[in-house]
């Protein structure tokens, strides 16, 4: 089996997306790859099984994983879960046809039977919606006001608990109501991927929460 390092520096929505092309490079060509990821994301890989150990300096090759055909994103009929599919399948020389419409997220069996964060500090399982009003400054056509957060926030008064996440590094506006929990910066990465297992929506800019979702 060939020895694939593939390697990614963006943040955990291309990650996510990454997972998609991993899958489908497995299920078009099984058993002819051992694939090692190395992205700033690791839990995302967690309970991976298309994740293989090896040494780095074992790799048969080393591939920059991109994704070029966000370039022609006002031209052709594509989706973001398309572009490392597509680059994988020209630096690979191989056909990859696209496989299920999201990623691949695996929990491990002690995650599954474990109660949501929103239970454990309300001391029972409330119904939620996650919100992430924050935002990244690079990419302005991701930016929604956050007044209008607040708004929803205040019209579901009360009918809904909202849990507003964040990671740090990025400008989350604090969010106020008795019918929001606040956890910025309060969440690992992995809580925020648990977390979303048990949320019932969830209200957010073009982000990874709302590939997660």
Sequence with gaps: MEKLLLKNGLSPGDTLMLTAAVRDLHAAHPNKFLTKLETTNAEIWQNNPYVADFETDEADSVIECEYPLIAKSNELPYHFIHGFRKDLEEKLDL???QGPFKGEIYFSEQELQADSLVKNIKGQ????????????????????????????VNHYQDKLLFVQCGGRGHYHPPLAGDNLLNLVGRTSLRDFINLMRHAVGVICPVTFAM???
């Design 95 to 97: 056909s990859i046809p």
């Design 125 to 152: 399982e409330i119904p939620f919606w996650i919100i992430v009003a924050g935002m990244k400054t690079d990419f302005t056509a991701k930016l929604w006001r956050e007044e209008y957060y607040q708004e929803i």
């Design 211 to 213: 590939h997660l979702s």
